[in-house]
């Protein structure tokens, strides 16, 4: 039994403490941008001035990726890094301790992100970029590296970022904004979170980050339909995972959108690169002005039954608003399998918790 197991049954038998009631829920999104053809867009590090964060929020940039034209910062002034393929945007992480009790231990966090660097956050965190040693140091391991000077991300490169002593209040005084994506996560029942050694607090841990990972599904598109397929990488995968929920959403420059759901599709091991799906596209007759309050719709029923509360399902919506529902194009939309967030995205508490992790997929079809 592992030990993890083993502790939660030795809870169960003699009476879970206060912090094991402590409930955690975290959203977030992984975006990707494909060609027709499906060959991923690289320097996803660069972005838009609408997606640029408030000042107060902390950026980290390791000192061997520091020249201009090395940085793995988001910003509207980098020329983008060839080996980022994935934006990893917006998790937010949220403390629901027991109710009608004071929740007094201090709490450590940490976040990896294998294959990528976590270089956004608030408040402030303890962040760094390493190598994953054991598989480095295994022989078996095809490319291994020894060291990494900030030439290529890949899958042994790991960043992290841990906050240490962080308090649980009622209320704390928030840094100010006008950043509607920055607010829109504060409207949920939830305590809190303080930094004592940063002196910061908000109503939830964010951080965000940059990787060279692959899209969870492939895609192929034609004028017809768009045809999703496993990943050709499933090392991660120990036997098998489900994608459960799958959306094609088309936006027009209008604002009228059109959108299929297609059921779950698994992942196995031994079936990297299999045609998953074949989603028919909409006709310019499917369009409608109601397609966006259904498409929202169906994503937070599915958002809720992964887990998160209700204002956290409307909260990560609203954030996501006008990248969702608003800017024109053809995207689909996937639930993340818990099995590849722990894997990519492995999360630590010091204290006995119980998680939900809700991550959507995102991916722009060009």
């Known amino acids: 039994m592992r030990k993890s197991s083993l502790f939660v049954c030795l809870l169960v038998a003699f009476g879970t403490a206060q912090a094991a009631d402590l409930v955690i829920h975290e959203w977030g999104t992984v975006t990707t941008i494909h060609d027709a053809a499906g060959?991923?867009?690289?320097?996803?590090?660069?972005?838009?001035?609408?997606?640029?964060l408030p000042e107060f929020v902390h950026r980290y940039e390791p000192a061997t990726t520091r020249q201009p034209n090395r940085r793995l910062a988001k910003s509207p002034r980098v020329p983008g890094r060839p080996d980022v393929t994935l934006r990893l945007e917006t998790p937010v992480i949220y403390?629901?301790?027991?109710?009608?009790?004071?929740?007094?231990?201090?709490?450590?966090?940490?976040?990896?992100?294998?294959?990528?660097?976590?270089?956004?956050?608030?408040?402030?965190?303890?962040?760094?970029?390493?190598?994953d040693t054991p598989r480095v140091q295994d022989k078996m391991e095809a490319g291994a590296i020894k060291e990494w000077n900030g030439d290529v991300l890949?899958?042994?490169?790991?960043?992290?970022?841990?906050?240490?002593?962080?308090?649980?209040?009622d209320t704390v005084v928030a840094p100010l904004t006008q950043s509607e994506i920055w607010l829109a996560p504060r409207a949920v029942s939830s305590v809190s979170v303080f930094s004592p050694a940063a002196g910061e607090g908000e109503q939830y841990l964010f951080y965000r980050?940059?990787?060279?990972?692959?899209?969870?599904?492939?895609?192929?598109?034609?004028?017809?339909?768009?045809?999703?397929?496993?990943?050709?990488?499933?090392?991660?995968?120990?036997?098998?995972?489900?994608?459960?929920?799958?959306?094609?959403?088309?936006?027009?420059?209008?604002?009228?959108?059109?959108f299929r759901e297609h059921a779950a599709v698994?992942?196995?091991?031994?079936?990297?690169?299999?045609?998953?799906?074949?989603?028919?596209?909409?006709?310019?007759?499917?369009?409608?002005?109601?397609?966006?309050?259904?498409?929202?719709?169906?994503?937070?029923?599915?958002?809720?039954?992964?887990g998160l509360f209700a204002d956290e399902a409307e909260a990560m919506l609203n954030t996501w608003k006008a990248s969702y529902f608003q800017k024109a194009g053809l995207r689909v939309f996937y639930i993340v399998p818990r099995e590849w967030t722990d894997y990519f995205l492995p999360l630590e508490f010091s204290v006995p918790t119980r998680v939900s992790r809700v991550i959507v997929g995102r991916i722009d079809l060009g």
């Open 209 to 258: 980050g940059v990787a060279h990972l692959e899209a969870l599904l492939q895609t192929k598109v034609t004028d017809s339909q768009v045809t999703l397929s496993a990943p050709t990488q499933l090392a991660w995968l120990e036997a098998s995972a489900t994608v459960p929920n799958i959306w094609l959403a088309d936006v027009r420059a209008d604002g009228l959108i059109a």
């Open 95 to 131: 403390f629901h301790p027991p109710p009608n009790q004071k929740y007094d231990t201090p709490i450590d966090v940490t976040v990896r992100f294998r294959g990528g660097v976590l270089n956004e956050f608030y408040p402030d965190a303890e962040a760094s970029i390493a190598l």
């Open 154 to 169: 890949n899958n042994y490169v790991v960043g992290t970022l841990q906050w240490k002593g962080l308090r649980l209040h």
């Open 39 to 52: 060959k991923p867009a690289t320097g996803l590090n660069r972005i838009d001035e609408t997606e640029v």
């Open 266 to 306: 698994t992942l196995r091991k031994e079936e990297a690169g299999k045609v998953l799906a074949r989603i028919k596209r909409s006709g310019a007759g499917d369009h409608s002005g109601a397609g966006a309050a259904q498409l929202r719709a169906s994503l937070k029923k599915a958002l809720l039954a992964q």
